[in-house]
C-alpha cells in the first residue's frame, strides 16, 4: 500500500508521555514534509456528566500542550488535534489506513523488567497497524545512527529502504546489521550485505553507510546496537511474513530497544518511491 501524498503522521497522544511523543513526531513529520494530527481517545459513554467535563478538560489541556510542543520544535510543520470517543488503540489501528506513520508512546516499556503484556497498546497497534508505526521512547535518543537489520527477505529489504529513507532525511549514517549463527557463513553474508546495501543505496548515494555481520542471536545483537543509535528500522516479520502479528526480532526491538523504533508493515516501498 502507498500512503497518500497528504496522509498524516498520525499521533497517539496519551497523559503518561505526550510531550516527548509529540517532539519526536514532530521531527520526523518535518523530516518526510508531513502534516501532524495529534488524537486523545477515552471512553466517555461509561462515565457520568462531572467525570465526562473533567475528561474532556484534561484532553484538551493535554491536546494544547502537545501541539505548543509542535509549534516550539518544528514551527513549519501543520498540526491539527482530534478528541475520540473509543479506545486509543481501535482509534489508530482503524485510522492507520490513510496515514503515512502512526505514532504511539511504548508506555515506559523499554525500561521495565516485568513481562510486557501483550494487550499493551503501543504492542497492539504495532501488531494491527495498517502503515507503519513508531515507538517513542521517554528518554531522547543519542544523535547516532539509524540501525536496520538485514536478513535476505522481501519485508526486510523494504524496512532497509526506509531506513535509507531516514537516514537521508535526519541527516545521519545508516548501520545495516546482518546477524549469522556461524562463523562459516560470515563471508557469504558479508558479500549479501554488500550488495543487498549498494543496489538499495543507488537512491540514496549520498548517505554515510556502515554495514557489520555480527555472529549472535539476532534479538540480543540488534537490542545491543540500538543502545547507540537515534532511530532503529525493522520488518514487522522479516523471515516470518504471517501477516497481523509481530516476529520475535521486532518484538524484542519493541521491548528493550532503547532508541525509537519503526515496524513497517503496511508499505510495498520507501517513502517517496511508491507514491508515499
Known sequence: MAAASDAPVLVGVGPEDALPVARLAARVAAAHGRRLHLLHAFNWAAMDAPAVSGSRADAEQLLAGATSVVNENEPDVAVTAEIAEGSAVANLVRRSDTAFMVVVGDGGMAHCDRCIPADSPAVQVAARAECPVLIARREPPPAGPVLVGVDGSA????????????????????????????????????????????????????????????????????????????????????????????????????YHAPAPVIVIRGVTGAPGRDGS
Not at 164 to 187: K, P, Y
Not at 200 to 218: F, K, N, Q, S, W
Open 155 to 254: 519485508s526486510g529489504e523494504i524496512a532497509l529502504d526506509w531506513a535509507l529513507t531516514c537516514a537521508n532525511r535526519h541527516q545521519a549514517r545508516l548501520l545495516a546489521v546482518w546477524v549469522v549463527d556461524s562463523d562459516g557463513i560470515v563471508e557469504e553474508a558479508t558479500e549479501r550485505l554488500s550488495e543487498t546495501v549498494s543496489r538499495h543505496r543507488a537512491h540514496h548515494p549520498d548517505t554515510a553507510v556502515e554495514c557489520l555481520v555480527i555472529r549472535g542471536e539476532p534479538n540480543e545483537v540488534l537490542v545491543d546496537q540500538a543502545r547507540s543509535a537515534q532511530l532503529v528500522v525493522v520488518a514487522a516479520r522479516g523471515e516470518e511474513p504471517l501477516r497481523g502479528m509481530l516476529g520475535a526480532v521486532s518484538q524484542s526491538l519493541l
